[in-house]
């Protein structure tokens, strides 16, 4: 499984971008690919949550900075290592530190690039987690081919180099503003992905081996006057991508809306790992693996990552709502076929439509809140250093990391992206 921090899909050769992406267009020419797949929220540690659990923010709790993955909850790599598999993972973000609680379930966990978050914006990551992944990949087949390992592999590497800060690598100099020097980034990480691909196939893991592509959330770069994430809801920081390449599975292209909680089922299903679906928030994406439409479905996002930034979004095949949470006021409906940069709020027009899915989302809501009854819910505490930390990059202000959000969930103020360009970076 692969994932890339703050990675938009339209910023991708394979979802119509003008800028090439090798690796990522040759693992399209091979795998399912969702054109309208959606995170969760628009940060990093509930959405990685989300996508570890198939549960939504509302389930498993995890809003904030203080917020940690409760061990109730079984991650995708407790199922795997429950059924034998051998289970890694490589970080180079702050949040799969051990703290936040993603690491469940691993055997083998490199957070040697995990720094602290004021480094991590710095850091250059790509190469050294592709390293890694490579070693471990070249390691499990030369035990195989020994004969003294044949144990089913897991193994997650999460990229963290389009993040801001964005640097200009020289390979792919595109211009001096932020948008292209994203480009660049993502370029370069791409590249360093290819290098893992490439690995896999000399392995002779390839024909054996599911290979999951996607990311956490996206960027925003002035689409809706803002920039970073973690703010909004709106589609390019929700649409992500998603493309699977599963042995014996012939490549498509599959159209929408999914969601990140469906991943995990997906995957157990592809396994044939016993579980039971109806506890899940997310559902098997099998059926579409083979062919069959995406039913009919409003797919939930979420944000409740400081008391200012409180907001719910429902995407449909043809509708996208965003409102402030819990608010019968202040919302807004996109149509999707008309307008999918959702620039023209149509709310207006159909207040039956927009009645009947604020009713939707409400319902989702209450039902992830049930579904997380059954769970433990830990906040963290954020010591000093990490506060100081934070409050550097304009990720909390003065210091203050309390702060009641909502009734279930306390964070910090501020967050993973300043609001504006004066904030601190």
Not at 414 to 423: L, Q, T
């Amino acid at each position: 499984m692969i994932t890339v921090d703050t990675l938009r899909a339209d910023r991708l050769a394979p979802y119509g971008y003008r800028r090439p992406s090798p690796a990522f267009e040759r693992l399209a020419e091979d795998s399912v690919v969702f054109d309208a797949a959606q995170s969760t929220t628009s940060w990093t540690l509930p959405a990685l949550a989300s996508l570890m659990t198939s549960y939504h923010a509302s389930t498993h709790g995890v809003w904030t900075f203080q917020s940690v993955l409760d061990a109730s909850f079984d991650t995708l790599a407790e199922r795997l290592a429950a059924v034998g598999y051998d289970t890694a993972g490589v970080a180079s973000h702050v949040f799969l530190g051990r703290e936040f609680g993603l690491t469940q379930g691993f055997t083998h966990f490199d957070d040697d690039l995990v720094q602290q978050i004021e480094l991590s914006h710095l850091a250059i990551t790509s190469d050294g987690v592709t390293e890694r992944g490579v070693r471990f990949i070249e390691n499990k087949a030369a035990a195989r081919d020994a004969g003294v390992d044949d144990t089913p592999w897991f193994l997650w590497l999460h990229y963290f180099d389009p993040h801001h800060v964005y640097f200009e690598h020289p390979d792919f100099a595109y211009g001096a503003g932020d948008s292209e020097r994203y480009d660049s980034e993502v370029a370069f990480t791409d590249r360093a992905i290819g290098r893992l691909l490439d690995a896999l196939e000399r392995s002779g893991s390839d024909a054996d081996t599911v290979v999951v592509f996607t990311s956490d959330h996206g960027e925003e770069f002035g689409d809706h006057g803002r920039a970073y994430h973690g703010i909004t809801l709106y589609r390019e920081v929700l649409r992500v991508p998603l493309m699977l390449r599963v042995p014996g599975v012939e490549p498509r292209r599959v159209e929408g809306p999914v969601s990140l909680v469906d991943v995990l089922p997906t995957l157990l299903e592809s396994l044939g790992v016993v579980h039971d679906p109806d506890a899940l928030g997310g559902v098997s994406l099998v059926p579409q693996l083979s062919g069959a439409p995406v039913p009919e479905r409003a797919i939930l996002g979420e944000l409740r990552r400081t008391p200012d930034d409180l907001v719910e979004a429902l995407v449909t095949s043809d509708w996208k709502l965003v409102r402030p949470l819990g608010a019968r006021e202040g919302v807004e409906l996109f149509d999707r076929r008309t307008d999918p940069t959702e620039t023209t709020d149509v709310a207006h027009r159909h207040p039956g439509l927009l009645r009947e899915l604020v009713d939707t989302l409400e319902g989702q809501v209450a039902d992830a809140h049930e579904r997380g009854k059954a769970f433990g819910h830990v906040p963290r505490h954020v010591g000093a250093d990490m506060a100081e930390a934070l409050q550097a990059l304009g990720y909390i202000e003065g210091g203050v990391v309390g702060g009641t959000a909502t009734e279930e969930a306390e964070g910090p103020q501020g967050g993973e992206g300043p609001e504006d360009d004066d904030a601190p970076r």
